[in-house]
């Protein structure tokens, strides 16, 4: 049993000003693995002091200095992650080899990643005689979400740190156990009191109150559009910036000229890695529609071959998150089969011999139309939509008649026909042909949000543009 009830402020564990707990649940067994300590505004309130007043000394510091304390960060991290992993498999439901590994490589990658972007970045500039000074941009909030839960907490406290920013972070409810891991890590590694402060809680109360409150200066949020939106309300009246990463739909296409039973395997296995809860999953695949049954034939396959279960064991998919998202992804599958979707692999309810547990069939709808529910809303679970094209403009057409623009994949043997094909994709990061890379901005168009993550451009979220006149 994990019981974390108290918040890091000011650079110690402290206890909640108002005494209230909330249980976390373990996806894969229902019951309870721990309980966290539900913050209060007065809790807010308490850490959004802590971190404008560290505010002060810590924007001043130098490049030198707040680099010596992320590589700190990253010798803490290598310590623990490990651990990180364990409890990522225990909130949330990662099978242990993924939360040991990607999981915690994403946290790690990002640290990495801002070390060299820290030792890179351009805060000063000199334009003609105009110096353009790039400052921290103040107190900032992040709020994360529970499906890669060290990957966002990374992916915003670095850039913060590294930047000169103080911040206060509120993670998931669902899975609350890594956030605190890691903060026990920033603590190790002699980051200074109140530059980074964390409060467990709801949205509803932390995360709305933080949104609000007139000392903080810009609001990061990883999580749905619904929530977004919310955020963005709340914020306007103090005039902050928000930063919004939110959901997905993205297309997944197959070119002609590429070894499509490989790659139909390659997109199916690869939509159920985490059990599909990933922002930037390609949920859509797109094949030459004349090639539909030899899609459906290796997708079927793939599939089949996806093994799910006690993710302490050996298995590729463990468990959705939580109740809730069972019940999403069941309603999902339901309104494919009447929305006349070709059914082709999984369905509904839990696989066979499993009685316990939120786990899902890995579940693959062949000879979707674009137009359908399960091709046009983010199900976030093991859900793959097939959809068949005419010809490359058509591809195109289907990829960008979406409300969302997160992420886009394109596979195919000609380089330069893949290159053309991605760069009229209206979305904000495209893999082609299994791109990947920690220094590449991560972000969406559209209802996907307005941030960029990830790398030296993550950090232009945390800065201010300051422009000095006949400076030089
Ligand atoms: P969510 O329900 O939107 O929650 C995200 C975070 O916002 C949680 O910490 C949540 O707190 C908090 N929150 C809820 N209501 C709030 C409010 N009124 N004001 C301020 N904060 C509030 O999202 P989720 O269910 O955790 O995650 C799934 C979604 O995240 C999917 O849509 C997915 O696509 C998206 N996502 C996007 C990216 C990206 O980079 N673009 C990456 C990963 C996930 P609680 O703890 O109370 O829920
Ligand atoms: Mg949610």
């Known amino acids: 049993m994990r019981d974390y009830l108290k918040f890091y402020i000011d650079g110690k564990w402290v206890d909640p000003v108002e005494h209230k707990t909330s249980n976390v649940i373990n996806p894969a067994t229902e019951e309870v693995s721990g309980h966290i300590s539900m913050a209060s505004v007065a809790d807010v309130e308490k850490a959004v002091v802590a971190a404008r007043k560290a505010f002060a000394s810590w924007s001043q510091t130098t490049r030198e200095q707040r680099l010596e304390i992320v590589l700190a960060i990253q010798a803490e991290y290598a310590k623990r992650q490990i651990e990180i992993g364990e409890a990522i498999t225990e909130e949330m439901g990662a099978p242990n080899a993924l939360g040991c590994g990607f999981h915690i490589g994403l946290g790690g990658g990002h640290i990495a990643a801002a070390i060299d972007s820290l030792k890179a970045f351009k805060f ?99 999580g749905s559009e619904a929530v977004g939106v919310e955020i963005a309300k709340a914020a306007a009246p103090t005039v902050k910036r928000v930063c919004q990463e939110l959901g997905g739909k993205s297309a997944f296409i197959v070119l002609d000229d590429a070894d499509l039973a490989k790659n139909v395997a390659g997109a199916t296995g690869g939509m159920m890695i985490n059990s599909g809860q990933t922002c930037s999953a390609g949920s859509r695949l797109l094949v030459p529609k004349a090639r539909m049954a030899e899609a459906i034939e290796a997708a079927k396959k793939a599939a089949a071959d996806v093994t799910v279960g006690d993710p302490k064991g050996q298995f590729a998919m463990g468990p959705v998150v939580s109740k809730n998202q069972y019940n999403e992804v069941q309603r999902y599958i339901e309104i494919g089969v009447q929305e006349g979707a070709e059914l082709i692999a999984g369905g509904p309810g839990r696989p066979e011999g499993i009685t316990k547990g939120f786990y899902c069939k890995p579940t693959v709808f ?71 890379d920690f220094q590449a901005p991560f972000g969406g168009m559209k209802k996907s949000g307005n941030g960029r993550e990830w790398g030296e451009l993550g950090f232009h979220e945390y800065v201010e543009i300051q422009a000095l006149l006949g400076y030089a």
């Open 366 to 436: 062949a000879k979707v139309s674009n137009k359908m529910k399960i091709a046009r809303e983010e199900v976030f679970g093991p859900v793959l939509v097939i959809i068949g094209y005419d010809d490359i403009d058509h591809a195109i057409e289907i990829a960008n008649d979406s409300d969302f623009g997160l992420a886009g994949y394109v596979n195919g043997v000609d380089k330069a026909q893949c290159n053309a094909v991605a760069k009229r994709m209206r979305t904000g990061w495209v893999s082609i042909n299994g791109g990947f």
């Open 124 to 222: 000063e500039e000199l334009r003609g005689s105009t110096m353009i000074n790039r400052v921290p941009i103040g107190v900032c909030a992040l709020i994360t979400p529970w499906n890669w839960p060290m990957n966002q907490v990374a992916v915003k406290v670095l850039p913060a740190l590294a930047t000169g920013c103080t911040m206060v972070l509120k993670p998931p409810q669902l899975a609350p156990y890594s956030a605190q891991i890691f903060a026990e890590v920033l603590h190790a590694a002699g980051v200074p009191a109140g530059v980074f402060n964390m409060l467990q809680g709801s949205g509803a109360v932390v995360g709305a109150a933080l949104s609000a409150h007139p000392e903080v200066d810009l609001v990061s949020i990883t």
